[in-house]
């Protein structure tokens, strides 16, 4: 299986295109970024199409990241996706950014918790706990740091996020240190694109798991009075 993934989520804009017949991604690029996701994603997908001698048509999938995060870059990502899936006539899937975080956590060892928690601002956090054998613990959710600590020193616990710094700095001193804390910017699309070779296909297109209300909201007093 041929699959191209994209990642545009969060502080990166990413491609990837996974050959599932050898061991290593045949190609991929990172662009550690926090705005210009739009102008950058079509010609990083072109150079890793390229570097990977991979055409549109010989795709078997496209995987994007649909959240949460930016509420810009989702939209980026899963246009991109769809509007390769559809002049490529391939199905597209979406994945969670939570579980492309988790991933090679649980690949590496699935008998310890790992908790994934993205920086959502103003004390918040969007969050999600892996169990023994990645099986969900606490579904996906913003939710108060404060919740996201107590989720992670109820046992040994990996913390992996962009939000893993905000966990570690309100640790209780009492409780034994976490088992392991990784921050990244974005998860890694390689992992990306193995979790979407693996995923069941979607009854649609992808769309944005948002988690939470946008932060710019309509202003209705300013509204002009429709005649």
Not at 22 to 35: D, G, K
Not at 96 to 109: C, E, F, R, V
Not at 181 to 188: H, I, R, W
């Amino acid at each position: 299986m041929r699959v191209l993934a994209i990642d545009t989520a969060l502080a990166a804009c990413s491609a990837a295109v996974l050959d599932t017949r050898y061991v290593a991604v045949a190609a991929s690029e990172t662009l550690p970024m926090t705005r210009g996701h739009a102008e950058a994603i079509m010609p990083l997908i072109a150079r890793v199409m390229d570097q990977a001698g991979v055409e549109f048509a010989n795709l078997d999938r496209i995987a994007v990241t649909t959240g949460p995060g930016s509420f810009t870059g989702l939209r980026v990502g899963i246009s991109a996706a769809r509007g390769i899936a559809l002049a490529a006539g391939k199905p597209a899937v979406g994945l969670s950014t939570l579980a492309g975080y988790a991933a090679p956590h649980i690949a590496d060892n699935d008998d310890s918790a790992v908790v994934v928690v993205i920086d959502a601002r103003h004390e918040h956090v969007y969050l999600q706990v892996f169990g023994i054998g990645g099986k969900t613990v606490v579904p996906p959710r913003i939710a108060p740091l404060r919740e996201a600590v107590r989720a992670a020193t109820t046992g040994p616990a990996r913390i992996v996020g962009s939000g893993a710094e905000l966990v570690v700095a309100q640790w209780p001193k009492s409780e034994p240190p976490p088992v392991l804390v990784e921050q990244l910017g974005a998860p890694d699309i390689g992992w990306i694109a193995r979790l979407g070779a693996a995923a069941a296909e979607g009854h649609g297109p992808p769309k944005p798991l948002y988690l939470r209300a946008p932060d710019a909201q309509p202003q209705d007093a300013s509204r002009l009075p429709r005649r």
